[in-house]
């Protein structure tokens, strides 16, 4: 439940009309009414679809994690997996089994949610849902698309603090994920 204000009010909107599409995310110019001043003011919202991300667990707690090179930050980063909800899945969950499928071919049929966060609420307007994947098992061939390549790597479950800690875990809805499966107690 979100926590309303006692004495702030919402901007009003004015108008908004799209600036940028790209495959991944577009652009929307906001024009709203300040409440306090009346003065309009200019806001860009990265428009995207919700993100999953999910911690697969074997049977003895080892978390199938990826290698994968991102351009962001043109580094390897260690991650567990992830990406954005396509319109084709009937649910977040079901997005996250397919992502989890295709970048490390590990699937299972015990998924529990670990949580839901706005990944940058000043500039966006998704939603990243975490899962928990227990007693995975490799099910078949990695399937990626034309633009990812992973290398799984299979990391015990009480390195993962330190591997955070020590920066070796960097992607921070990876370190969210975690942190959410610690506060489930879910481990």
Known sequence: ???????????MPHAAQPVYDCRVFSITEHRRRSPRTGELHDFYVL????????????????????????????????????????????????????????ETGYDS???????????NPAIQNNRCHSFLARDVRLAGPVAFDTTEETEVVLVPLDDVPELIRGGVISHALVVVAFHHLLLKGAG
């Open 1 to 11: 439940m979100t926590r309303r204000p006692e004495r702030l009010r919402p901007w």
């Open 47 to 102: 428009d995207s679809p919700d993100w999953v991300n999910i911690i697969p667990l074997t049977a003895d707690r080892q978390v199938v994690m990826i290698l994968q090179y991102r351009h962001g930050i043109d580094e390897f980063t260690l991650e567990v997996p992830g990406g954005m909800v396509d319109e084709a899945d009937a649910s977040p969950l079901e997005a996250g089994r397919r992502e989890m499928r295709e």
């Open 109 to 119: 049929e015990d998924v529990v949610p670990l949580g839901v966060i706005h990944p």
